[in-house]
């Protein structure tokens, strides 16, 4: 049986599975594996089933043992895994996709109803008590007839405007989308495009050297007055200076956001702003799709080492 690293404690069901499937190393106390710490447990190994908070970097990738031929990753993004670098030392890379797009649409629409709504401070609020009703006390931004813009309608961000039918839906990839998947949903073919008719931004885009700090210094200009900005993606595709200055001038009313640069450290400027609705990346965060992802993490491997390939590849 192949002997497979698996850098982060897993679903016990997984584990279950992945004692079936091959010989794991499992980390028991889930345990934050340093660079190093990888590089020596992977010795004698087949291949690593890494997670999002494992930094896969050239020079990590480039001191792994030649017995390494598939790094499987825990979560549909890769951002954290040098793709080139594994290619050119014959390492493929899988992802987890599908399996967790309903689960992170779902934190996607809470970001936007939390964003909109003043979800934040409301729930301090109440937990503080001595709160008085007036009519215009916490009143937030409705969302029902107005637009939002998709950043990346891809497998979330479709599964987003389908939760948000009642608004009217923009989006903008690089590529437009057939009709059966627009469901009625209007093209932009650029970004400024699509930010000028946002009144709510969703970015479902992936981290990639295209999309980082896409929402800048310029990029902000290009939003109406008092629109809203959520991201379910990547912490990289912000920059968080920019946007907190935004915030800080009402250009922006309110962010939602699900992940953030340096995570778990969170910019010090997000805290002082009342209308920021922050979640400790909750996306894929439910029973039953942890345990679907970890299971197409070890079928990746078992697929790879089975056939010489797997669907899932990447790189
Ligand atoms: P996907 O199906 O590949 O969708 C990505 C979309 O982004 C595609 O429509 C793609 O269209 C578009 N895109 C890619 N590069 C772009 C660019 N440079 N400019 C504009 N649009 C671009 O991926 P997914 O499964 O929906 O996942 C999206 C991302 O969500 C993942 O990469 C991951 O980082 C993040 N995520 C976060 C969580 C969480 O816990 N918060 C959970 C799961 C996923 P084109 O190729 O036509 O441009």
Request: hydrophobic share 40%.
């Amino acid at each position: 049986m192949k002997k497979i690293l698996i850098t982060r404690k897993l679903i016990k069901e997984s584990e279950d599975k992945a004692v079936k499937t091959f010989t794991p190393i499992f980390n028991t106390n889930d345990e934050l594996y340093s660079q190093k710490k990888v590089i020596e447990m992977s010795n004698g190994c087949d291949g690593i089933l890494s997670s999002l908070t494992d930094k896969m970097d050239k020079q990590t990738i480039d001191k792994l043992p030649d017995t390494i031929k598939i790094i499987s990753n825990f979560a549909v993004g890769f951002g954290n895994i040098d793709l080139e670098a594994a290619k050119s030392r014959g390492i493929a890379v899988t992802n987890t996709p599908e399996v967790l797009s309903d689960a992170t649409a779902e934190i996607g629409i809470l970001l936007i109803l939390g964003a909109c709504r003043r979800a934040a401070e409301g729930i301090q609020s109440a937990q503080e008590g001595g709160w008085k009703w007036s009519a215009d006390y916490l009143i937030g931004k409705q969302l029902t007839g107005t637009r939002l813009g998709v950043l990346g309608m891809g497998r979330i961000g479709q599964k987003i405007a389908k939760i948000a039918r009642s608004m009217i839906i923009h989006y903008h990839n690089r590529s437009k989308l057939s009709e059966e998947k627009e469901q009625g949903a209007v093209y932009h073919k650029d970004i400024k495009s699509l930010f000028s008719v946002s009144d709510v931004l969703s970015i479902c885009c992936p981290a990639t050297k295209e999309t980082e700090n896409m929402i800048n210094k310029e990029t902000v200009e290009y939003f109406p007055k008092g629109a809203v900005i959520t991201n379910v993606a990547r912490g990289d595709i912000v920059d968080d200076e920019a946007l907190i200055d935004a915030l800080n001038r009402r250009k922006i009313y309110a962010v939602g956001l699900d992940v953030y640069k340096n995570e778990p450290n969170l910019n010090p400027g997000y805290s002082k702003i009342k209308s920021a609705f922050i979640l400790p990346h909750l996306g894929s965060a439910t029973k039953d799709t942890r345990i679907a992802m970890a299971n197409l993490a070890i079928d990746n491997i078992d697929e790879f080492f089975k056939t010489g390939n797997c669907k899932n590849k990447v790189n």
